[in-house]
């Protein structure tokens, strides 16, 4: 908004002209996003309070997180209108990538709200059924593959580059709509499953999403994308104004998240911003990278898919040793 209005305005006041800079917004942008989360963040957290938001606690896990039943969750919430409204104040609205990215945030909020909703109020730690959390899910996955698939401008946008490769590009063709539902989904699940019960995944996602604040704007400027030899893709710089937003949304959440925490981010916020940064990679192009620089989320995923298998294959924990190691500390 304040993009269009920097447009009108540097007609009477050459000053106005700053603001078209894609750095300054986004410099802007994250210190709006730090500013509402923390100027909002003890109020945000005392209505949580109010209306007994608190953590639901699996009662099978490890004993010492039973403590932080009662924590105000859905802090995630403050997160996203951070981000969305700092987005919304400076970022191009004409830009497709823009609302794209928002819309699908959006979504996967709202499949977290609803779930974290039923875990409050019904006090169940289990939350929305599987089935209809992966419905949902999916359909904003496959809904942003199809857009990205029909509005792509150039072959680069649907092509799998390999990092530390020159010139290595793979032409997948209807298999991008497969693959990019894959990235949507596999990341937001995994940065929901980092988050778990401790609450620990805002700081890798801040760190991920502030590497591919770089990535945007170095894809989207044709010089610095063909002077490093990667894919130029037109208008995803942009996009620098929403990683800048949720690195400084993030940021302002910390604050209350570290320990002990004041408040956990909860589904609402995990899911979101898991689908937000594989969302962001894809448009990008750097979709291996993503899966480098979110290692902590691919570790944590694979752990829980080895534990499980092993329970329901031979009713022994995997990774039994993890729990001896939380009792002694």
Known sequence: M????????????????????????????????????????????????ELKIGQAVRTDGPQTHLTKSGTPTMGGALILSAIFISTLLWANLTNRYVWVVLIVTAIYGAVGWVDDYRKVARKDPKGLPARWKYFWQSIAGFGAAIFLYMTAQSPAETQLFIPFFKDVALNMGIFYLVFTYFVI?????????????????????????????????????????????????????????????????????????????????????????????????????????????????????????????????????????????????
């Not at 009477?12 to 210190?31: D, E, K, P, W």
């Not at 988050?195 to 991920?208: E, N, Q, R």
């Not at 590497?211 to 996009?239: C, K, R």
């Not at 990679?281 to 750097?286: D, K, L, N, S, Y």
């Open 2 to 49: 304040l993009y269009w209005l920097s447009e009108i305005l540097q007609e009477y006041v050459r000053s106005f002209a700053v603001f078209q800079y894609l750095t300054v917004r986004a410099i802007f942008g994250a210190l709006t996003a730090l500013g509402i989360s923390l100027l909002l963040g003890p109020w945000f957290i005392r209505r949580l309070a």
């Open 185 to 329: 989904v596999g990341t937001s699940n995994a940065v929901n499953l980092t988050d778990g019960l401790d609450g620990l995944a805002i700081m890798p996602c801040v760190m991920v999403a502030g590497a591919l604040a770089i990535i945007a704007y170095l894809t989207g400027h044709s010089q610095f994308s063909q002077y490093l030899n990667i894919a130029y893709i037109a208008g995803s710089g942009e996009l620098v104004v929403f990683c800048c937003a949720l690195v400084g949304a993030g940021l302002g959440f910390l604050w209350f998240n570290t320990y002990p925490a004041q408040v956990f981010m909860g589904d609402v916020g995990a899911l979101a911003l898991g689908a937000a940064l594989g969302l962001v990679a894809v448009i990008v192009r750097h979709e291996i990278v993503l899966f480098i620089m979110g290692g902590i989320f691919v570790l944590e995923t694979v752990s829980v898919i080895l534990q499980v298998a092993s329970y329901k294959l031979t009713k022994k924990e995997f990774f039994a040793w993890r729990r001896y190691i939380i009792t002694l500390n």
